[in-house]
Protein backbone atom coordinates (compact mmCIF):
# COMPACT_ATOMS: atom_id res chain seq x y z
CA UNK A 1 0.00 0.00 0.00
CA UNK A 2 2.93 2.56 0.55
CA UNK A 3 4.58 1.41 -1.93
CA UNK A 4 1.75 1.81 -4.31
CA UNK A 5 1.41 5.49 -2.96
CA UNK A 6 5.60 6.07 -3.20
CA UNK A 7 4.69 4.87 -6.65
CA UNK A 8 1.87 7.03 -7.42
CA UNK A 9 3.48 10.59 -6.14
CA UNK A 10 6.71 9.66 -8.30
CA UNK A 11 4.55 8.97 -11.60
CA UNK A 12 2.68 12.08 -10.71
CA UNK A 13 5.53 13.87 -10.72
CA UNK A 14 7.30 12.66 -13.59
CA UNK A 15 3.95 13.34 -15.32
CA UNK A 16 4.15 17.09 -14.49
CA UNK A 17 7.20 17.58 -15.48
CA UNK A 18 7.64 15.74 -18.18
CA UNK A 19 4.09 16.00 -20.28
CA UNK A 20 4.47 19.73 -20.43
CA UNK A 21 8.70 19.19 -21.79
CA UNK A 22 7.67 16.40 -24.29
CA UNK A 23 4.14 18.46 -25.66
CA UNK A 24 6.57 21.42 -26.24
CA UNK A 25 9.11 18.74 -27.98
CA UNK A 26 6.16 18.33 -30.49
CA UNK A 27 5.64 21.73 -31.51
CA UNK A 28 5.28 22.75 -34.86
CA UNK A 29 6.71 25.86 -34.41
CA UNK A 30 10.46 24.08 -33.74
CA UNK A 31 10.48 23.30 -37.71
CA UNK A 32 11.61 27.14 -38.30
CA UNK A 33 13.33 27.67 -34.50
CA UNK A 34 17.48 27.04 -35.26
CA UNK A 35 18.95 24.78 -32.63
CA UNK A 36 19.70 27.84 -30.20
CA UNK A 37 16.73 29.13 -30.22
CA UNK A 38 15.69 25.84 -29.41
CA UNK A 39 18.21 24.97 -26.77
CA UNK A 40 17.46 27.97 -24.89
CA UNK A 41 13.30 27.94 -25.05
CA UNK A 42 13.72 24.23 -23.34
CA UNK A 43 16.42 25.28 -21.18
CA UNK A 44 12.85 27.73 -19.38
CA UNK A 45 10.54 25.02 -19.81
CA UNK A 46 13.17 22.64 -18.05
CA UNK A 47 13.55 25.58 -15.53
CA UNK A 48 9.63 25.76 -14.57
CA UNK A 49 9.46 22.11 -14.22
CA UNK A 50 12.29 22.25 -11.29
CA UNK A 51 10.78 24.84 -9.71
CA UNK A 52 7.98 22.24 -8.67
CA UNK A 53 10.19 19.47 -7.25
CA UNK A 54 12.12 22.85 -5.30
CA UNK A 55 9.59 23.60 -2.62
CA UNK A 56 8.34 19.60 -2.50
CA UNK A 57 12.27 18.45 -1.67
CA UNK A 58 12.82 21.02 0.96
CA UNK A 59 9.79 20.54 2.82
CA UNK A 60 10.86 16.70 2.66
CA UNK A 61 7.33 15.63 0.67
CA UNK A 62 8.85 13.64 -2.16
CA UNK A 63 9.07 9.96 -1.02
CA UNK A 64 12.14 8.68 -0.80
CA UNK A 65 14.01 11.61 -0.16
CA UNK A 66 13.50 12.22 3.59
CA UNK A 67 14.62 16.19 4.62
CA UNK A 68 18.09 15.89 4.80
CA UNK A 69 18.57 14.29 1.49
CA UNK A 70 15.75 16.18 -0.02
CA UNK A 71 17.46 19.41 1.43
CA UNK A 72 20.95 18.17 -0.85
CA UNK A 73 18.25 17.90 -3.62
CA UNK A 74 17.06 21.41 -3.19
CA UNK A 75 20.36 22.78 -3.01
CA UNK A 76 21.61 20.54 -6.72
CA UNK A 77 18.74 21.64 -8.34
CA UNK A 78 18.97 25.13 -7.09
CA UNK A 79 22.04 25.56 -8.57
CA UNK A 80 20.59 23.59 -12.21
CA UNK A 81 18.37 26.43 -12.54
CA UNK A 82 20.98 29.19 -12.28
CA UNK A 83 22.25 27.38 -15.13
CA UNK A 84 19.38 27.03 -16.89
CA UNK A 85 18.25 30.71 -16.72
CA UNK A 86 21.64 31.42 -17.90
CA UNK A 87 21.12 29.40 -20.84
CA UNK A 88 17.79 30.10 -21.40
CA UNK A 89 18.62 34.07 -21.50
CA UNK A 90 21.93 33.33 -23.32
CA UNK A 91 20.49 31.39 -26.36
CA UNK A 92 17.97 34.15 -26.43
CA UNK A 93 20.61 36.93 -26.75
CA UNK A 94 22.44 35.11 -29.46
CA UNK A 95 19.26 34.69 -31.64
CA UNK A 96 17.99 37.65 -31.58
CA UNK A 97 20.51 40.75 -29.29
CA UNK A 98 17.52 43.50 -30.34
CA UNK A 99 15.32 41.82 -28.37
CA UNK A 100 17.02 40.05 -25.33
CA UNK A 101 18.53 43.75 -24.91
CA UNK A 102 14.98 44.93 -24.62
CA UNK A 103 14.01 42.41 -21.82
CA UNK A 104 17.10 43.01 -19.79
CA UNK A 105 16.50 46.47 -19.78
CA UNK A 106 12.51 46.49 -19.35
CA UNK A 107 11.70 48.35 -22.31
CA UNK A 108 10.58 44.98 -24.67
CA UNK A 109 7.14 45.54 -25.94
CA UNK A 110 6.20 42.45 -24.83
CA UNK A 111 4.65 42.27 -21.43
CA UNK A 112 5.73 39.16 -20.44
CA UNK A 113 9.60 39.71 -20.27
CA UNK A 114 9.74 42.23 -17.42
CA UNK A 115 8.35 38.94 -15.25
CA UNK A 116 10.84 36.66 -16.51
CA UNK A 117 13.84 39.29 -15.80
CA UNK A 118 12.62 40.06 -12.33
CA UNK A 119 12.50 35.90 -11.72
CA UNK A 120 15.91 35.73 -12.99
CA UNK A 121 17.48 38.07 -10.63
CA UNK A 122 15.50 36.63 -7.86
CA UNK A 123 16.99 33.26 -8.63
CA UNK A 124 20.32 34.93 -8.82
CA UNK A 125 20.05 36.83 -5.35
CA UNK A 126 18.53 33.20 -3.79
CA UNK A 127 21.56 31.55 -5.10
CA UNK A 128 23.93 34.22 -4.25
CA UNK A 129 22.57 34.37 -0.61
CA UNK A 130 22.61 30.50 -0.18
CA UNK A 131 26.05 30.77 -0.96
CA UNK A 132 27.00 33.35 0.76
CA UNK A 133 25.05 33.47 4.06
CA UNK A 134 27.17 31.47 6.17
CA UNK A 135 30.04 34.51 5.36
CA UNK A 136 27.06 36.89 5.51
CA UNK A 137 26.41 35.36 9.44
CA UNK A 138 22.60 35.40 8.46
CA UNK A 139 20.58 34.23 11.01
CA UNK A 140 18.45 31.08 10.28
CA UNK A 141 15.05 32.85 10.38
CA UNK A 142 16.06 36.17 8.40
CA UNK A 143 17.62 33.40 5.85
CA UNK A 144 14.39 31.93 5.48
CA UNK A 145 12.34 34.80 5.21
CA UNK A 146 14.95 36.11 2.23
CA UNK A 147 14.70 32.89 0.50
CA UNK A 148 10.41 32.90 0.77
CA UNK A 149 9.86 36.13 0.10
CA UNK A 150 12.41 35.66 -3.46
CA UNK A 151 10.71 32.23 -3.73
CA UNK A 152 7.61 34.28 -3.88
CA UNK A 153 8.64 36.45 -6.40
CA UNK A 154 10.50 33.74 -8.43
CA UNK A 155 7.23 31.64 -8.32
CA UNK A 156 5.09 34.42 -9.33
CA UNK A 157 7.11 36.03 -12.22
CA UNK A 158 8.03 32.72 -13.81
CA UNK A 159 4.38 31.49 -13.24
CA UNK A 160 2.99 34.80 -15.28
CA UNK A 161 6.27 34.98 -17.78
CA UNK A 162 5.50 31.54 -18.87
CA UNK A 163 1.63 32.12 -19.28
CA UNK A 164 1.86 35.10 -21.19
CA UNK A 165 4.24 33.49 -23.67
CA UNK A 166 3.01 32.12 -27.25
CA UNK A 167 5.67 29.92 -27.52
CA UNK A 168 6.32 26.16 -28.03
CA UNK A 169 4.54 25.05 -24.85
CA UNK A 170 1.17 23.58 -24.65
CA UNK A 171 -1.47 25.73 -23.91
CA UNK A 172 -3.27 23.08 -21.22
CA UNK A 173 0.44 20.96 -19.80
CA UNK A 174 1.72 24.86 -19.26
CA UNK A 175 -1.58 25.83 -17.30
CA UNK A 176 -1.50 22.42 -15.75
CA UNK A 177 2.47 22.90 -14.95
CA UNK A 178 1.68 26.50 -13.51
CA UNK A 179 -1.00 25.84 -11.23
CA UNK A 180 0.70 22.85 -9.97
CA UNK A 181 4.08 25.33 -8.98
CA UNK A 182 1.59 27.87 -7.52
CA UNK A 183 0.30 25.39 -5.56
CA UNK A 184 2.82 23.19 -4.12
CA UNK A 185 5.43 26.95 -3.46
CA UNK A 186 1.96 27.97 -1.17
CA UNK A 187 1.29 24.79 0.50
CA UNK A 188 4.90 24.42 1.50
CA UNK A 189 5.44 28.20 2.93
CA UNK A 190 2.44 27.53 4.74
CA UNK A 191 3.67 23.88 6.33
CA UNK A 192 6.78 25.32 7.06
CA UNK A 193 5.39 28.35 8.45
CA UNK A 194 8.79 30.30 7.42
CA UNK A 195 7.77 33.09 9.16
CA UNK A 196 7.93 31.53 13.15
CA UNK A 197 10.88 31.99 14.83
CA UNK A 198 11.24 28.42 14.59
CA UNK A 199 11.08 26.93 11.49
CA UNK A 200 8.09 24.19 12.03
CA UNK A 201 9.49 20.51 12.29
CA UNK A 202 10.16 19.15 8.36
CA UNK A 203 9.50 15.15 7.48
CA UNK B 1 -12.04 37.32 -40.79
CA UNK B 2 -15.11 36.52 -38.95
CA UNK B 3 -14.99 38.13 -35.23
CA UNK B 4 -15.80 41.98 -35.90
CA UNK B 5 -14.08 43.64 -32.60
CA UNK B 6 -13.94 47.01 -31.65
CA UNK B 7 -10.80 47.96 -30.46
CA UNK B 8 -8.58 51.04 -31.05
CA UNK B 9 -6.27 49.31 -33.37
CA UNK B 10 -9.49 48.06 -35.61
CA UNK B 11 -11.07 51.48 -34.96
CA UNK B 12 -7.75 53.38 -36.72
CA UNK B 13 -7.58 50.77 -39.02
CA UNK B 14 -10.62 51.06 -40.37
CA UNK B 15 -10.32 54.75 -40.03
CA UNK B 16 -6.94 54.90 -41.77
CA UNK B 17 -9.01 52.91 -44.84
CA UNK B 18 -11.65 55.21 -45.11
CA UNK B 19 -9.44 58.24 -45.10
CA UNK B 20 -7.34 56.38 -47.64
CA UNK B 21 -10.31 56.50 -50.57
CA UNK B 22 -9.88 59.86 -50.01
CA UNK B 23 -13.69 60.16 -49.80
CA UNK B 24 -13.80 61.14 -46.27
CA UNK B 25 -11.48 63.63 -46.53
CA UNK B 26 -13.43 65.70 -47.92
CA UNK B 27 -16.10 64.88 -45.05
CA UNK B 28 -14.13 65.62 -42.18
CA UNK B 29 -11.97 67.92 -42.92
CA UNK B 30 -12.11 69.74 -39.70
CA UNK B 31 -11.71 66.52 -37.39
CA UNK B 32 -8.96 65.19 -40.06
CA UNK B 33 -6.83 68.82 -39.38
CA UNK B 34 -5.01 67.42 -35.55
CA UNK B 35 -3.84 64.11 -37.26
CA UNK B 36 -1.18 63.16 -34.67
CA UNK B 37 1.96 61.22 -36.12
CA UNK B 38 2.13 57.42 -35.13
CA UNK B 39 5.12 57.15 -32.86
CA UNK B 40 7.31 54.24 -33.33
CA UNK B 41 6.73 51.26 -31.09
CA UNK B 42 9.37 49.67 -28.52
CA UNK B 43 10.81 47.17 -30.15
CA UNK B 44 9.85 47.69 -33.78
CA UNK B 45 13.12 48.40 -34.97
CA UNK B 46 14.91 45.24 -33.90
CA UNK B 47 16.73 42.96 -36.37
CA UNK B 48 16.59 45.81 -38.93
CA UNK B 49 18.42 46.10 -42.15
CA UNK B 50 19.11 49.44 -43.83
CA UNK B 51 17.61 49.51 -47.23
CA UNK B 52 16.23 46.17 -48.42
CA UNK B 53 15.25 46.47 -51.81
CA UNK B 54 11.91 46.63 -52.98
CA UNK B 55 10.83 42.80 -54.13
CA UNK B 56 7.13 42.13 -55.77
CA UNK B 57 6.76 39.74 -53.00
CA UNK B 58 9.37 38.26 -49.64
CA UNK B 59 9.75 34.93 -50.48
CA UNK B 60 7.25 32.26 -51.51
CA UNK B 61 4.38 34.48 -50.15
CA UNK B 62 1.00 33.34 -48.37
CA UNK B 63 0.88 36.06 -45.37
CA UNK B 64 -0.30 39.54 -46.12
CA UNK B 65 1.24 42.29 -44.80
CA UNK B 66 -0.75 45.93 -45.41
CA UNK B 67 -1.12 49.49 -44.74
CA UNK B 68 -1.70 53.24 -45.41
CA UNK B 69 0.90 55.95 -45.47
CA UNK B 70 -0.90 59.61 -44.37
CA UNK B 71 0.61 62.98 -43.74
CA UNK B 72 0.34 64.14 -40.02
CA UNK B 73 -2.24 67.14 -39.97
CA UNK B 74 -4.21 66.98 -42.73
CA UNK B 75 -4.20 63.25 -43.09
CA UNK B 76 -3.50 63.34 -46.67
CA UNK B 77 -2.44 59.92 -48.34
CA UNK B 78 0.91 59.56 -48.72
CA UNK B 79 1.96 58.23 -52.70
CA UNK B 80 5.16 56.32 -53.68
CA UNK B 81 6.11 55.94 -49.68
CA UNK B 82 8.78 53.07 -49.33
CA UNK B 83 7.74 50.75 -46.48
CA UNK B 84 10.16 48.23 -45.35
CA UNK B 85 8.51 45.05 -43.58
CA UNK B 86 10.64 42.25 -42.31
CA UNK B 87 9.34 39.38 -39.86
CA UNK B 88 10.25 36.12 -38.52
CA UNK B 89 8.67 34.03 -41.18
CA UNK B 90 8.30 30.02 -42.19
CA UNK B 91 11.08 30.97 -44.65
CA UNK B 92 13.40 32.41 -42.01
CA UNK B 93 14.44 34.27 -39.04
CA UNK B 94 14.05 38.15 -38.44
CA UNK B 95 17.70 39.08 -38.95
CA UNK B 96 18.30 37.07 -41.98
CA UNK B 97 18.28 39.10 -45.85
CA UNK B 98 15.81 36.76 -47.47
CA UNK B 99 12.93 37.86 -44.64
CA UNK B 100 13.19 41.46 -45.60
CA UNK B 101 11.37 43.72 -48.37
CA UNK B 102 10.35 47.09 -49.31
CA UNK B 103 7.28 48.13 -50.96
CA UNK B 104 5.69 51.27 -52.27
CA UNK B 105 2.18 53.15 -51.19
CA UNK B 106 0.22 53.63 -54.35
CA UNK B 107 -2.07 57.00 -55.20
CA UNK B 108 -4.25 56.13 -52.36
CA UNK B 109 -1.78 55.78 -49.63
CA UNK B 110 -1.87 52.03 -49.32
CA UNK B 111 0.41 49.34 -49.65
CA UNK B 112 0.20 45.76 -49.70
CA UNK B 113 3.01 42.81 -49.87
CA UNK B 114 2.81 39.26 -49.92
CA UNK B 115 5.61 37.45 -47.31
CA UNK B 116 5.85 34.07 -46.37
CA UNK B 117 3.81 33.12 -43.01
CA UNK B 118 4.94 34.95 -39.75
CA UNK B 119 5.47 32.69 -36.81
CA UNK B 120 5.31 33.24 -33.13
CA UNK B 121 8.80 34.82 -31.98
CA UNK B 122 10.43 35.64 -28.63
CA UNK B 123 6.86 35.17 -27.67
CA UNK B 124 4.34 36.66 -29.87
CA UNK B 125 3.46 36.47 -33.47
CA UNK B 126 4.44 39.85 -34.98
CA UNK B 127 5.81 41.78 -37.99
CA UNK B 128 8.13 44.66 -38.40
CA UNK B 129 7.02 48.26 -40.74
CA UNK B 130 9.87 50.79 -41.24
CA UNK B 131 9.10 53.99 -43.07
CA UNK B 132 12.90 55.23 -43.24
CA UNK B 133 13.33 57.12 -46.67
CA UNK B 134 14.12 60.50 -44.87
CA UNK B 135 11.49 63.13 -46.06
CA UNK B 136 9.74 62.24 -43.19
CA UNK B 137 10.84 61.59 -39.92
CA UNK B 138 11.62 57.69 -39.50
CA UNK B 139 8.80 55.42 -37.94
CA UNK B 140 9.44 51.54 -36.85
CA UNK B 141 6.31 49.75 -36.34
CA UNK B 142 5.57 46.27 -34.68
CA UNK B 143 2.05 44.94 -34.81
CA UNK B 144 1.10 41.70 -32.94
CA UNK B 145 -1.25 39.10 -34.25
CA UNK B 146 -4.26 38.67 -32.40
CA UNK B 147 -3.83 34.70 -33.66
CA UNK B 148 -0.68 32.95 -35.21
CA UNK B 149 -3.32 31.42 -37.39
CA UNK B 150 -4.46 34.66 -39.02
CA UNK B 151 -2.78 34.98 -42.24
CA UNK B 152 -2.99 38.81 -42.67
CA UNK B 153 -2.08 41.70 -40.70
CA UNK B 154 -2.26 45.63 -40.61
CA UNK B 155 -0.03 48.81 -39.66
CA UNK B 156 -0.69 52.55 -40.12
CA UNK B 157 1.86 55.40 -40.36
CA UNK B 158 0.88 58.95 -40.52
CA UNK B 159 4.68 60.54 -40.72
CA UNK B 160 5.55 64.03 -40.05
CA UNK B 161 7.94 66.01 -41.67
CA UNK B 162 11.52 65.31 -41.29
Redesign the interface.
Known amino acids: MRLARVALIWAALATAVCVPIAAAAASP ?1 LA ?1 R ?1 PVYILAGFAGIIALGLMLLQPLLIAGYVPGLPAYRGRRAHQWIGGTLVVAVVIHVGG ?1 WI ?2 P ?2 MI ?1 ALTF ?4 P ?2 PFGVIAMWAIFAVALLAVLRRRLGLRPRTWRIAHMLLAIVIVAGSVVHGM ?4 TMETVSKAALCALVLAAAMKVMVDLRVWRKRAALRG | MTIVVLNRRNLLAAGGAVLATGVSGLLLPARAEGLAATAS ?7 YRKGAPVVDRIGKGGFWMSGTVRRAGDGAPLAGQRVQIWA ?3 EG ?3 EPQSHGATLTDKNGAFRLEMPQI ?7 HGHLAYDSGEFKTVFL ?1 PVMRS ?1 KETSLEAHFVLQPA
Open positions: LWGLTSPDDTSPTFSLIEG | MSGGANNHTTQEHIPIFGQPRA
